[in-house]
């Protein structure tokens, strides 16, 4: 406490961070948070009544599309690590303004605002994209190790994703409670330990291993795609419905149960965590925002606080169920397996609370990597495009922003409802007793629409 209390204390530069949502007219929001829950309870009540054989069928309805190879997934891996080696470079090198160095607007806005939507919709781009592949391939080819086909898991099975979830609570603190995440200078020295530290992890232990239990970024993209309506499977791609993916799910063991909630909890309390009411709690003005140095301590207080509560909150709804149902399946299973439903929520929260940042920092972004280094460059034509902010000011503006990013959320709802039932059905046969093991679920999920459509209508500050 003594240690945070100091680091509080210390003047720091003050950065703007990419991952503040803009500021927006606010509208009546009543009937909106009314409708919302309405329709998320409204849909459970559908789902009761509805046979489900007619919703297996549903679920299990594919396109196929074409044929799909992985010759190029090295070259494809290869170039991203030079795109990713340049950044790292212009953030050395480059200018410290965050709005014109194109490093932070890669990596939270282009990486993580909008990539995570692109792997939500399309499905695991990542396993092409990520920049460790590739080079993990030459270091096996040039040094003769053996891939991961020959090589015993040196990763012991208790340790789960354990090592995930301790990277991305690493992650969610430098994003949301560091003072300065958005200088460039420190980013790429954080972003290049991180590569390098996770390429010598996949060389020990192997890079399927090390990419599923400890890569935070590969652990987080791939229960996203699991959501997105394309799926990769023998060579073929398919189409089928969003979310349907996710029924086939095994149960997580309770590290990723820990992953999935936190990734969820540390959205939400980004959007908390600048609200009048939250502030206010603490005795600060939110009218004279004293910067988010003054705030290290509250910040890792509440990121803490937000996960053990949505985690208790989750658990005791799955328990309730499972009492109210009278099943005889094993606690942990049923969290393991019900947890799933959380994903079309996180992707839900994750486009609403980023989607202002991706509108006006996506262009930002356009404009800096065309000059990475700000030596004049124009490389792809975008260095002299003006940046238009109007996008998301001014009352029409509010207007559609508001409801895109409520009709968002509500849909994250229903669907994760849809997705809970069809999870609920592998644990109880009976239709009854699945649709009662859902009632305190859906509850949660109700009482979390509310909460979000609240979180984006109430006043912020800073």
Not at 120 to 140: E, F
Not at 303 to 319: D, H, I, P, S
Request: proline fraction near 6%; charged fraction near 10%; aromatic fraction near 14%.
């Amino acid at each position: 406490m003594a240690a945070v209390a100091a680091l509080a204390l210390l003047p720091t530069p003050a950065f703007a961070h990419a991952s503040d949502r803009g500021h927006v007219l606010l509208l009546p929001t009543g009937y909106y948070i009314a409708g919302g829950a309405l329709a998320v309870a409204i849909s459970f009540l559908v789902l009761a009544l509805l046979p489900p054989a007619a919703l297996d069928r549903f679920w299990r309805r594919r396109l196929s599309l074409l044929a799909f190879g992985d010759g190029m997934r090295t070259i494809i891996s290869l170039t991203s690590f030079a795109g990713f080696a340049l950044l790292i470079a212009a953030g050395l090198f480059g200018s410290r303004d965050p709005l014109s160095n194109p490093l932070p607007l890669a990596i939270w806005t282009l990486l993580w605002a909008g990539f995570t939507l692109l792997q939500g919709v399309l499905g695991d781009l990542w396993s092409l994209l990520n920049p460790w592949y590739g080079p993990w391939r030459v270091a096996v080819h040039v040094f003769g190790l053996r891939g991961d086909g020959t090589q015993p898991s040196r990763l012991p099975k208790w340790l789960g994703v354990w090592p995930a979830v301790i990277l991305f609570s690493a992650f969610a603190w430098f994003e949301l409670i560091d003072p300065a995440p958005d200088d460039p200078s420190r980013l790429a020295l954080a972003a290049g330990a991180y590569w390098l530290a996770s390429f010598v992890a996949m060389l020990f232990f192997g890079y399927g291993d090390w990419s599923r239990r400890g890569e935070f970024l590969t652990v987080f993209f791939s229960m996203v795609a699991r959501f997105a309506p394309f799926e990769r499977r023998e060579g073929r791609l398919s189409l089928c419905w969003p979310g349907a993916k996710l029924l086939a799910a095994e149960p997580l063991p309770v590290s990723g149960m820990a992953f999935l909630l936190l990734t969820l909890s540390s959205v939400s309390f980004d959007g908390l965590s600048k609200t009048f009411v939250w502030l206010g709690l603490f005795g600060v003005n939110p009218l004279e925002f004293p910067g988010r140095s003054a705030l290290i301590g509250i910040g890792s207080f509440g990121l803490v606080l937000t996960f053990v509560l949505l985690a208790a909150v989750f658990l005791l709804a799955v328990l309730l169920g499972q009492r109210l149902a009278g099943s005889e399946c094993p606690f942990r299973q049923a969290a393991g397996l019900l947890v799933w439903s959380i994903v079309p929520i996180a992707l839900a929260y994750h486009v609403a609370h980023y989607l202002t940042v991706l509108l006006v920092g996506g262009q930002y972004a356009l404009v800096a990597l065309s000059d990475p280094f700000g030596l004049g460059w124009n490389l792809f034509g975008t260095a002299d495009s003006m940046v238009e902010a109007g996008v998301v000011a001014g009352a029409e503006s509010a207007w559609w922003l508001w409801n895109l990013q409520a009709g968002v959320i509500i849909a994250g709802h229903v669907l994760a409802v849809l997705v809970a039932h069809g999870l609920a059905w592998r644990l109880h046969p009976r239709p009854s007793r699945a649709t009662l093991s859902q009632l305190p679920l859906t509850l949660l999920m109700i009482a979390y629409t509310i909460f979000g459509l609240w979180l984006l209508a109430t006043p912020t500050a800073g």
